[in-house]
Structure formats: structure tokens, C-alpha cells
């Protein structure tokens, strides 16, 4: 079955420190892949997506995630953290052309 | 432009009860997405809406949950009867297509289950 693995449950920084989430799925086919974002109080929302092309992909906030296909990762990063990046980060997969699976989710916790 | 809306944003009841949660998807869309989340796990796709037709509910407890999109505009969701363990956040997401690259979320509706 197809499923969705993040490492981390929770991790907590100090601002400025280097953030990196990982993320590892399990489907053989062509997938698209997501991280969401849900900052305290809000709704999800996209943060960066991979569809094809260059690997290392930038999305909002000075965040980037690299796909390795042989690997199955997709992991998270970004240089320096703020304290409004505090928030729970999910990865998402996309299989089959549209069924999404979202991993279990990352809670992040930036210590100002 | 407006975001997908969610009604109600809790609900408690007791098992063996019945509750009806709505979703109005962001105008246009054509996917409508029913997500459920579990405490301390990611959403779980319960089934998703092209327009006025399912495309995937494999995942939907078809014993006692029931969704539908009769005009392919809004959607409800049921749950008859519910169990603890439907206990969770009910996501509401819409999209332009099935194929396109960005899911909206609403805000969920939180379900207690006594």
C-alpha cells in the first residue's frame, strides 16, 4: 500500500538554526509531491510542490525541498529558521495521477 | 476570493448519534476533497468529488458514512451512527480540477464523539 513517512513528530530550534524535515514515500509509479503548511489557527495550506523538472524546488518563505527519486524522499529545508515558522509541516504524495496521502505530519517549534 | 467554508466548526455528540457536516468549495472548483484527521496523524482522504461524481471513496466507512455533491457545487457529509472513534477534524478541500496542482482547505469541522 502506498503510505507517507515523516521522521520527525516534533522538532524544536532556536531562531537562525537550519531546519531539514524528512520525508519518504513508498509507491513506484510517477507521483507528484507536496508539503502543506498549517501555522496556528489557520487552514492548510500549499507551501512548495514537485511535479517535474529541476529537482530542488522554492516555495513560499524561504523554504525548498529536494525530490531524490531513488531515495523516495522529498525532505524539507530551510537555511535559517524564524519563529513564525513555528507550525505543523506535512508531505504529500500524490499517486496514481490524483489521490493525495499525506504523512503523519511534523510540528515545529521556534524557540525565539 | 473567497475560501472554502466549513459548517458547523464543532460539533459533540454521543455515539450513536447522527451528525451532517457541510462544505461550499471555493466557486469553480470541480474536485471537491473530504479529508479526515485523527489526532496526532495526517488527513485521511475519505472521498473525493469530480463535479457531481465520486472519483475514489475507497477509504469511506460506507457502513455509516455517507457524502454527496448532488449539484457539484456544495457537499455534505454523514455520519450515522458515529462511534468514538470518529472523533477527529472533518477537512473540507476543493481544487479547479482533479488534476490541478493546489488543494484549498477549509477550516474542518472538530467532531467529539461521547
Known amino acids: 500500500a502506498q503510505s507517507v513517512s515523516q521522521h520527525n513528530h516534533h522538532v524544536i530550534l532556536s531562531e537562525a538554526a537550519s531546519l531539514e524535515l524528512g520525508c519518504n514515500y513508498s509507491y513506484g509509479g510517477t507521483v507528484n509531491l507536496f508539503w502543506y503548511v498549517q501555522y496556528p489557527g489557520q487552514h492548510l495550506q500549499l507551501l512548495l510542490k514537485y511535479f517535474s523538472g529541476d529537482p530542488l524546488v522554492k516555495g513560499i518563505k524561504g523554504f525548498e525541498a529536494e525530490f531524490i527519486k531513488s531515495k523516495f524522499s522529498f525532505n524539507l529545508r530551510k537555511p535559517s529558521v524564524q519563529w513564525s515558522d513555528t507550525a505543523e509541516y506535512f508531505c504529500a504524495v500524490r499517486v496514481g495521477g490524483f489521490k493525495t496521502i499525506f504523512g503523519a505530519g511534523t510540528r515545529l517549534f521556534v524557540k525565539a | 476570493e473567497a475560501g472554502v467554508a466549513q459548517s458547523p466548526r464543532y460539533k459533540i455528540i454521543e455515539k450513536r448519534q447522527s451528525v451532517a457536516f457541510w462544505c461550499n468549495p471555493i466557486s469553480g472548483h470541480a474536485t471537491l476533497y473530504w479529508y479526515q484527521q485523527i489526532l496526532g496523524q495526517g488527513p485521511k482522504l475519505l472521498i473525493q468529488?469530480?463535479?457531481?461524481?465520486?472519483?475514489?471513496d475507497s477509504q469511506l466507512p460506507k457502513d455509516r458514512f455517507s457524502a454527496e455533491r448532488l449539484k457539484g457545487v456544495d457537499s455534505t457529509l454523514k455520519i450515522q451512527p458515529a462511534k468514538l472513534e470518529d472523533s477527529a477534524v472533518y477537512l473540507c478541500?476543493?481544487?479547479?480540477?482533479?488534476?490541478?496542482?493546489?488543494?484549498?482547505f477549509g477550516p474542518g469541522t472538530r467532531l467529539t464523539v461521547l
Open positions: 478541500a476543493s481544487s479547479l480540477n482533479l488534476f490541478a496542482d493546489t488543494q484549498y
Open positions: 468529488f469530480q463535479n457531481n461524481g465520486v472519483v475514489d
